[in-house]
């Protein structure tokens, strides 16, 4: 079946640091890719997505790469902020047959000033 | 339209009693799935429906748990004889096709003492 799995958190870095949180997949098919956040007390907002290898998720200054040769979708962002202290799930749907959205066990980040 | 709502946000119930929780989708999304998220963990998926047919239900969900979604519309997910092991967070979210990003609810967060 389809699964994803994340680096192990949690990630603690000092504000303005360079951050990359892995993501790799298992999945049949051609899955459209995404990236979610979830900040304290909130539910799930999408962050980024891909659907084709080789596309650029980007948004809010973060970005992944739908990688297909290594099948991962890694999360990176230049320079974080306190602000993007948060968890982050990777997540994967279609997967040439399986419809159900599947999350990796999210990554937690920590910015500190 | 304001998003995927869910209702409670938050229930706190005794071992043994039944519970219903309430979600309604985005209007326009005909897929509608159901997830479970303890601590440290990312969404389990526990059913989903296409339109008012629940097309798949996960290992997870046991004979206590049932779901409906009646005229495609909003859905209720209930758990019969609540046990302590089923506190978590209940998420619902939609989507408009399977290979698009799903839209989260707030979730209700259901505590059993």
């Known amino acids: 079946g389809n699964s994803v799995t994340q680096m192990e958190g949690p990630v603690t870095l000092s504000e303005e640091a360079f951050l990359t949180i892995n993501c790799t997949y298992t999945a049949t098919g051609y899955p459209s890719l995404f990236w979610y956040v979830q900040y304290p007390g909130e539910g799930l907002q999408l962050l980024l997505k891909?659907?084709?290898?080789?596309d650029k998720g980007s948004n809010k200054g973060f970005e992944a790469t739908y990688r297909k040769e290594t099948t991962s979708f890694h999360l990176e962002k230049g320079s974080v902020q306190v602000s993007d202290s948060a968890v982050y799930f990777c997540a994967l749907t279609y997967g040439g047959g399986s419809y159900i959205p599947t999350f990796g066990r999210g990554t937690s980040l920590i910015v500190h000033p | 339209d304001t998003g995927v709502s869910q209702d409670p946000r938050h229930k706190i119930t005794k071992r043994g009693q039944n519970v219903t929780f309430r979600c309604d989708p985005i209007?326009?999304?005909?897929?509608l799935y159901w997830y479970r998220q303890t601590l440290g963990q990312g969404p389990e998926f526990l059913t989903y429906?296409?339109?008012?047919?629940?097309?798949?239900k996960s290992r997870l969900l046991s004979d206590r748990f049932s779901a409906e979604r009646p005229k495609g519309s909003f859905s209720t997910l209930e758990i019969q004889r609540t046990e302590q092991g089923d506190s978590a967070m209940y998420l619902c979210?939609?989507?408009?096709?399977?290979?698009?990003?799903?839209?989260f609810g707030q979730g209700t967060r259901l505590t059993v003492v």
């Open positions: 979210a939609s989507s408009f096709r399977a290979d698009t990003e799903a839209f």
């Open positions: 209007s326009e999304h005909n897929r």
């Open positions: 429906f296409q339109n008012e047919a629940q097309l798949e």
């Open positions: 891909a659907t084709k290898a080789d």
